[in-house]
């Protein structure tokens, strides 16, 4: 018998070969499974969609964290809205700089059975500087969120839990829980497979920030390989001042995936995704 | 029913929904076999493998041409060995410095059932400044190649027919093919799959051309999505000079992908790839 795990899409599906199941719950939000590949590790599926994994975590976690942290000048106080299997909150205290990162994170089975199964990934959920809260990020920007230097929206596809995490009326309030030389980061899935989204979520972002640009980074785990971010600053645009080297050089040691060179790089964008960007969907 | 088109490997899958099968055919090196997917549009696969899609090629054929053409100053003999889908010759023979591209594919088959199901893919394979051989890549190029600038080698994986195009001999001929201020591109698979290949395969490029780097791209029908290129170089190195921009702009307003910002971008490598070419393995 071969067990595979597979993400399948409408037109598309990508499997792995899987030696066992390690978990599975429903929470009142998603299904959690834990499963171990034979390539990528351990792998979390909420509602079936690929999560992360042991072996490719690295690169969304990276990506998501130090390039905004490390295009601002001083980021003390950090918000991440989902990100319940701790790999974010992991690379955002190795930044000296950090005095508190608040981790909002609806579910807290996502946060107990990373804890458990994912423990290099979770490994700093415990750090004296982090602060997770158990709640729903789309009322916490309401009605709590204020003065954070960065805030990271590290959420999961825009349907189900994630829903509201893709609306103006969210991003509005993350523009307002920013200090004024505030910026955001935002995953914002595959230009090859998610190209209306694009066309949708970045026209939102540039109603609300005076800067938005988009970078890229290989995750082979999700669909098409190929993800985005979006990078949204009230002040501060992404180049890093030469006053940063020092910092970045820090950084990029302990990474296996970003550098100072590819903080540039990942914001050079083929063709077809700039003509993307250039042809904007409103949805009213 | 459902019919799902899936290259399966040992630990992962890919698969596409697929609505019929177009073509099937055994040749004397391998199974050609081209279906209708829903996201990709018509799929070519040879013994199983992706090889090229309607809706990504672009991706690989402008990356494995464009880059060494343009880093070139004046391209006038180019050679592609395999690369029988035509989609590389297609590339070259937009630049106005071409004077002559030769196409050396093992399989008639391959070459023949493009033309019939993949026209704008194989749109240049009867340019009057192409000359298609159908031959063996290797006795050519022991043989019979000299006088190039530019040795584009578009191979499948190494194994089956691609095999001998991946040993040292081949590539002391292609560099004795080559003039002396030549240049050579072939693919090296991807750096989440293929670590061992890359790990040997850059080695063996450095004890034959001065210059070697590797660059890379994003294909989502490729395993991880995450594809590189080896570019060799007998005196030319990457970057783009200033000279060489009006061509650059030239070119790039074709592309779906490549612009002049990704020419150089492309050649940014994650850590964890500069440390798999630290990691050589030796060959004997």
């Given at each position: 018998?071969?067990?595979?795990t597979?993400?399948?899409?409408?037109?598309?599906?990508l499997?792995?070969?899987?030696?066992?199941?390690?978990?599975?719950?429903?929470?009142p939000?998603?299904?959690v499974?834990?499963?171990?590949?034979?390539?990528?590790?351990?792998?979390l599926?909420?509602?079936?969609?690929?999560?992360?994994?042991d072996?490719?975590?690295f690169?969304?976690?990276?990506m998501?964290s130090?390039?905004p942290?490390?295009?601002h000048?001083?980021?003390?106080?950090?918000l991440?809205?989902?990100?319940g299997?701790?790999?974010?909150?992991?690379?955002?205290?190795?930044?000296p700089?950090?005095?508190?990162?608040?981790?909002?994170?609806?579910?807290?089975?996502?946060v107990?059975?990373?804890?458990?199964?994912?423990?290099?990934?979770?490994a700093?959920?415990?750090?004296?500087k982090?602060?997770?809260?158990?709640?729903?990020?789309?009322?916490?920007m309401?009605?709590?969120?204020?003065?954070?230097?960065?805030i990271?929206?590290?959420?999961?596809?825009?349907i189900?839990?994630?829903?509201?995490?893709?609306?103006?009326?969210?991003?509005?309030?993350?523009?307002?829980?920013?200090?004024?030389?505030g910026?955001?980061?935002?995953?914002?899935?595959?230009?090859?497979?998610?190209?209306?989204?694009?066309?949708?979520?970045?026209p939102?972002?540039?109603?609300?920030?005076?800067?938005?640009?988009?970078?890229?980074?290989?995750?082979?785990?999700?669909?098409s390989g190929?993800?985005t971010?979006?990078?949204?600053?009230?002040k501060?645009?992404?180049?890093?001042?030469?006053?940063?080297?020092d910092?970045?050089?820090?950084?990029?040691?302990?990474?296996?995936?970003?550098?100072?060179?590819?903080?540039?790089?990942?914001?050079?964008?083929?063709?077809?995704?700039?003509?993307l960007?250039?042809?904007?969907?409103?949805?009213?």
């Amino acid at each position: 018998m071969e067990l595979w795990t597979t993400e399948q899409h409408k037109d598309m599906a990508l499997g792995f070969r899987t030696t066992k199941t390690l978990y599975h719950a429903q929470s009142p939000y998603q299904a959690v499974d834990i499963v171990e590949t034979t390539r990528y590790g351990r792998l979390l599926l909420l509602d079936g969609a690929v999560m992360t994994t042991d072996k490719d975590e690295f690169v969304y976690h990276e990506m998501i964290s130090h390039v905004p942290m490390l295009a601002h000048p001083n980021p003390k106080r950090v918000l991440v809205i989902g990100g319940g299997d701790g790999g974010t909150v992991r690379e955002l205290v190795k930044h000296p700089s950090v005095e508190q990162v608040v981790l909002c994170e609806i579910d807290g089975l996502v946060v107990d059975s990373c804890k458990e199964f994912f423990p290099q990934i979770a490994a700093e959920l415990n750090h004296p500087k982090v602060e997770v809260i158990i709640g729903d990020g789309v009322a916490y920007m309401a009605n709590d969120a204020k003065g954070f230097d960065l805030i990271i929206i590290d959420s999961t596809d825009p349907i189900g839990p994630g829903e509201g995490l893709f609306t103006e009326e969210f991003y509005r309030n993350t523009y307002n829980a920013l200090n004024e030389d505030g910026m955001m980061v935002a995953q914002t899935e595959s230009p090859f497979v998610c190209q209306d989204l694009i066309r949708t979520i970045y026209p939102m972002y540039e109603r609300i920030f005076p800067i938005v640009r988009m970078y890229t980074g290989h995750i082979p785990t999700y669909p098409s390989g190929f993800w985005t971010w979006a990078f949204c600053s009230r002040k501060y645009d992404y180049p890093l001042p030469e006053a940063h080297l020092d910092r970045v050089r820090e950084i990029e040691k302990t990474c296996k995936y970003y550098n100072a060179e590819l903080h540039a790089a990942s914001f050079v964008l083929p063709n077809f995704v700039k003509d993307l960007l250039k042809q904007p969907i409103s949805i009213q």
